[in-house]
C-alpha cells in the first residue's frame, strides 16, 4: 500500500536552535527508510517548514511505525498527517 505522509514543523514552539539539532539525525533515518523501500520519495514544502512523504507500507500501522521512528516525530515537533493513497479510477480498465 502506498502512503502520503505529510509534516509541518511546530515552529511556533520550537526554536529554530532546536530544529538545527534534529535535523541531522532526522536525515539520517529518512535516508535508512528510503534504503530500506519505504519512503520512495520525499521533497520538503514550499508553503511552510516541512516535508511531504510518500511511503510503501504492508497496512497502515507499518507507515505508521515507519513516521514514528523518525526523530522529530519522537520529539512531537512535527504535526504528522498520514493518508491512505488509493488509485485513480482514470487509470483503470472499465468494462
Keep these: 500500500m ?3 505522509a505529510i509534516l509541518r514543523r511546530r515552529t511556533e514552539v520550537f526554536s529554530q536552535a532546536q530544529f538545527a539539532e534534529v535535523l541531522d539525525a532526522e536525515a539520517d533515518r529518512l535516508a535508512r527508510l528510503y534504503a530500506e523501500a519505504i519512503v520512495r520519495a520525499a521533497w520538503s514544502r514550499g508553503d511552510v517548514p516541512g516535508a511531504v512523504l510518500l ?7 507499518a507507515a505508521e511505525r515507519a513516521m514514528a521512528s523518525l526523530p522529530l516525530v519522537k520529539r ?3 504535526d504528522l498527517q498520514i493518508i491512505d493513497l488509493l488509485p485513480y479510477r482514470g487509470f483503470v480498465p472499465r468494462d
Design 2 to 4: 502506498q502512503f502520503m
Design 55 to 61: 511511503l510503501e507500507a504492508p497496512d497502515p500501522a
Design 76 to 78: 512531537d515537533m512535527v
